[in-house]
């Protein structure tokens, strides 16, 4: 089972990065996945999930109008679109499969600073 994220690198406040996370060696399209961060000094924190048929999603209030996840079963790919970044997103951010198991990527860091 792997979780592969990529997309993470430094950008300036107010602007965009668009994370992926591609999955492989487990049934994708009946796992509901999330994305999650961890800044320095600080517990892992939800920032939006989506489930397996990409019916519904769900959001920290702290991203809510600026983040957007989706997912392309046909690809075992979950994304997740970050706008007007701001400082405070600073973190590395990790996806998550959940499902008859749990499945964690390794995290990719996004830095927003100017």
């Known amino acids: 089972v792997q979780l592969v994220e990529s997309g993470g690198g430094l950008v300036q406040p107010g602007g965009s990065l668009r994370l992926s996370c591609a999955a492989s060696g487990f049934t994708f399209s009946s796992y509901a996945m999330s994305w999650y961060r961890q800044a320095p000094g600080k517990e892992r924190e939800l920032v939006a999930a989506i489930i397996s048929d990409g019916g519904s999603t769900n959001y920290a209030d702290s991203v809510k109008g600026r983040f957007t996840i989706s997912r392309d079963n046909a690809k075992n790919t979950v994304y997740l679109q970050m706008n007007s970044l701001k400082p405070e997103d600073t973190a590395v951010y990790y996806c998550?499969?959940?499902?008859?198991?749990?499945?964690w990527g390794q995290g990719t860091q996004v830095t927003v600073s100017s």
């Open positions: 998550k499969a959940f499902g008859l198991r749990v499945y």
